[in-house]
């Protein structure tokens, strides 16, 4: 197993390194990360997007924290909403990388998510997960090398593995466009961004890696046809540490 990837499977712990999971309500301070880069591309497609697919009614959004169910990882702020940072303009949710993630469940199935990333490092996107965090996720990774962008599993919220193929050319401090579609027993992961930047990740027979689970799990090495493990849903800021920050803005 890759160190760097050790790093991110330890990320989680659903509340129980930090100890503590909170139902969240309203909007937090703004967030204590240095800003990101406002590079322009995705809005046009994220707005276009939301104008389309409409939100299912409960869903939670990127400019509050009211719907989500929040865990503050081990730098001790968490998800917080941020003020000064968003695409084309503020707010947005900022995920530190120390474990702090937010979720949800609406109990019935989506079919798609729409939404903008911009990481300094990493983040992982989950879905068709149970509320116990065993499901799917679709990673950015801007590390370059063999930290690839794509599908992986989870175990659990502190418990995954990590995709062992797709792109490695993601700009980090860049503002994406991630559209996530779900199509009976395939999904595919639609990334755009500047400079005419387009990927398609497609979920099934995509390679995983790193798939050996901290409680000895071995997890399958290639992911089959898409069997969703649940409805619930979230934005995990992974484990880089506390001064690697992601933010997330127009979810749909």
Known sequence: MHTSHMLSRAFLGLGVAAGLIVAACGSAAPGGGTG????????AAASSSAAASGAPAGMPTATSLKGWQVSIGSGGVGPQIDNTTGDPKPPSLELPGDKSYVWADLKKPINQFSFDVNTQGL??????????????????????????????????????DCPGAGSTSDPASTWLHVVVAITGANVTATVTGPGGLKEVNTFNGETDACNTMSDGTVLPTTLGSYKPMGTAFGFEGDGLGATSYTWIANFT
Not at 37 to 42: L, M, N, V
Not at 131 to 151: E, K, L, P, V
Not at 154 to 160: H, K
């Open 36 to 43: 990101a880069a406002q590079t322009s591309g995705s809005k």
């Open 123 to 160: 983040f992982d996107f989950v879905f068709g997960a149970s509320d116990t965090g065993a499901g799917y996720m679709f990673r950015i990774d801007t590390r370059g090398g063999t930290n690839y962008s794509g599908f992986g599993e989870l175990e659990d919220w502190s418990d995954w």
